[in-house]
């Protein structure tokens, strides 16, 4: 299953899913790390966790006209906030239930990421860069990995 394919199903359920639920489960797959795998989809999942945060539940219809509000569906990337929207609101409704599995999933593909582009760099920097750059870089990122595979162990329920 693609990463896009991921997004799309954590965004319907998350969708289908009751306030708490929602807040629990994107306080760990918080949709500023999913702006790392698909910005648009983060921009809809923003607005998710912040309706669930005040008790509303995030119904298409409601995150719909919030992400309007807003001015979301403005240009290039309000095209494709609305194409994730669109594509999560018309996939059959995800089980809400299965929340925690779809955010796993998610946060799997993050975890990836994120440690792939991390090595980039400090390959990428290993032949010239300043030592101290370098240093930094390594322990940023390193913090950075290792809270996603937190996160990733608390969704799975491993006490880790």
Do not use: K
Not at 103 to 119: E, P, Y
């Amino acid at each position: 299953m693609s990463s896009q394919s991921t997004l799309t199903i954590l965004l319907s359920a998350a969708m289908a899913a009751p306030p708490r639920q929602v807040v629990e489960v994107l306080s760990a797959c918080r949709p500023d790390d999913v702006e790392l795998l698909d910005a648009a989809t983060a921009t809809a999942l923003r607005v998710v966790a912040e309706l669930a945060i005040v008790g509303t539940p995030p119904t298409a219809d409601v995150v719909n006209a919030e992400l309007l509000r807003r001015g979301a569906y403005h240009g290039h990337h309000g095209d494709l906030v609305r194409t994730r929207m669109i594509d999560a609101a018309g996939n059959p409704q995800q089980l809400p239930e299965l929340l925690p599995e779809y955010a796993s999933a998610v946060l799997s593909d993050l975890f990836r990421a994120r440690l792939r582009a991390a090595g980039e760099a400090l390959v990428t920097g290993a032949a010239d860069a300043c030592e101290d750059d370098l240093w930094a870089l390594l322990l940023r990122e390193g913090a950075a990995v290792r809270s996603l595979r937190d996160r990733l162990a608390v969704v799975r329920g491993d006490p880790r």
